[in-house]
């Protein structure tokens, strides 16, 4: 039976940014991991309008920028190259064919939605999630609300310890689209792409400037 271990950074990567980076830099300290898979969702479930999403080859791209100066950090593209919508718990079992432990990392929001999830159970049996508490929410709550998971669903769950992340793909999207000032929140060659390739509707004099 192979032996290896993985974590798993799942999401849309709308853009890719500093906040994303440094989760994964800390993970890779904190749990002591050799490999963090950077995995961008192809047609995920949870999205109702596809049409705010960079295409997937463009946010490959931005995060093969993003990670190049960390080799623990890997590009993948299994979730992108599924055909139809995007289940952890179908990625979590292709991944189980090959890793006998997943570590998967997660949003603190995404602690008071999860059993909701498809095939919520198969999830929480099947990985060891990293909660980063990335939306500030209170610790008590979180605390409260782990235990309430492993005592449910047996779920294997530790916190990321993170400084405050203020960072958010939306608020990126909105800033470039009105010209604000993104410094400090993405990799300054993700902004170099989004500027060459016109994303988020950049509009085209920024791209002659």
Not at 26 to 37: A, E, G, M, T, Y
Not at 64 to 69: F, M, V
Not at 82 to 91: A, E, K, L, M, N
Not at 130 to 147: G, T, W, Y
């Amino acid at each position: 039976m192979n032996s290896d271990i993985i974590c798993v950074f799942g999401g849309t990567f709308n853009p890719v940014h500093t906040g994303h980076i440094e989760i994964a830099r800390h993970v890779h300290s904190q749990f002591n991991l050799d490999k963090i898979l950077i995995m961008p969702s192809g047609n995920p479930s949870s999205y109702k309008d596809t049409s705010l999403i960079a295409d997937a080859k463009d946010r490959c791209n931005m995060i093969s920028l993003s990670i190049k100066d960390y080799p623990y950090m890997e590009l993948s593209e299994l979730e992108v190259k599924r055909p139809g919508r995007t289940y952890t718990c179908d990625t979590l079992k292709i991944l189980k064919e090959k890793y006998n432990l997943i570590y998967f990392i997660i949003g603190a929001d995404s602690l008071f939605s999860i059993d909701k999830w498809y095939h919520a159970d198969y999830v929480m049996k099947n990985c060891h999630l990293l909660v980063a508490n990335r939306d500030n929410l209170d610790d008590e709550m979180i605390k409260q609300r782990i235990e309430f998971l492993k005592n449910t669903y047996g779920a294997l769950i530790d916190i990321i310890d993170t400084p405050a992340l203020p960072y958010s793909s939306t608020v990126i999207r909105e800033n470039l689209k009105n010209g604000v000032s993104v410094e400090k929140m993405i990799n300054p060659a993700v902004y170099d792409y989004i500027m060459k390739h016109g994303l988020y509707g950049v509009k085209s004099s920024k791209l002659e400037e």
